[in-house]
C-alpha cells in the first residue's frame, strides 16, 4: 500500500512541476527573445513484486530536465529605432560579459541600450545591464554617437542543455564546446525576437497536466481510503 502513496505523490509532484514550467512559459509569451522550455521524464525505478509471476511495477516518475526550443519565431519592428538589434534567419547568441563578476552568458534578447560607466565612458548594455561584445570579445562602446562595433554572434556545435540564466540568458556546459564566431551572421538593426511560446500548446499542455495531476491525487485518496478500512478491520 505504501507504494501506491508513493508513486501518487510523486505523480502529484511531478505533474506541478510540469505545471510550472507551462506556467513559466506563459508568463514570458511577450518577454524579447524568449525561448520556450518543456520538460523531459524518466521512469524511476521499477521492480518485481512476485517475480514467480513477473508482475513488475514502477514507483513513478520524475521531471530529469527541461529542453529548450531555440527555434526562432519571427522579428517585430520597434518604434523610433534606439539600440536594438535581432540575428536573422540563423542560429547563434549575442555574447555579453557581467559587469562585475565578468562571467559570460549568451542571449538572443537584442533590446540593448547605451549607459554611462564610471569610466567615464558609454557602453552598450544587455537589458540585464550586462556589457554587449564584439566580435573581439570587447565591450562595444558609443563614443560621438556611434558604435564603435557591431553586437557579434556566436554558437556552439551543439545547444543541448544549455543553462538558463534568467528568462533569456544561457550559459553553455562542457558538452556544448567552446563558441565559435558567426562571420556571416546576419544582424538586423531596429528589430528584436519574439518569444517562441505557442499558447496553443501551452494550453493543450495544461489540460494534459491538470488532469493527470488529478488521477494521481486520486489514487492517493483511494489508497487512503482502503487504509482506513483496512484499519478498521485490525481495531
Known sequence: MNASFYSGARGMITEQDKLNVIGNNVANVNTVGYKSKSSVFMDLMYYNMHSQDRVTTGTGVRMQHTNTDFTSNGMSATQGGGFNFAIQD?????????????????????NFSVSLHNDGYFYLLSD????????TGTPIRYVNEQLTGRPAVFTFANT????????????????????????DAQVVDGYLELSN?????????????????????????TSDEIEQTINGLRS
Open 90 to 110: 540563423g542560429e547563434g547568441f549575442f555574447m555579453l560579459r557581467d559587469q562585475v563578476s565578468n562571467e559570460i552568458t549568451y542571449t538572443r534578447a537584442g
Open 128 to 135: 540585464g545591464r550586462k556589457y554587449v561584445l564584439d566580435e
Open 160 to 183: 543541448n542543455n544549455m543553462e538558463s540564466v534568467g528568462a533569456t540568458e544561457f550559459r553553455p556546459v562542457p558538452k556544448n564546446g567552446n563558441p565559435m564566431l558567426v562571420r
Open 197 to 221: 511560446v505557442d499558447m496553443a500548446q501551452e494550453l493543450s499542455d495544461t489540460v494534459v497536466a491538470s488532469r493527470a495531476y488529478t488521477y494521481a491525487l486520486k489514487m492517493v485518496q
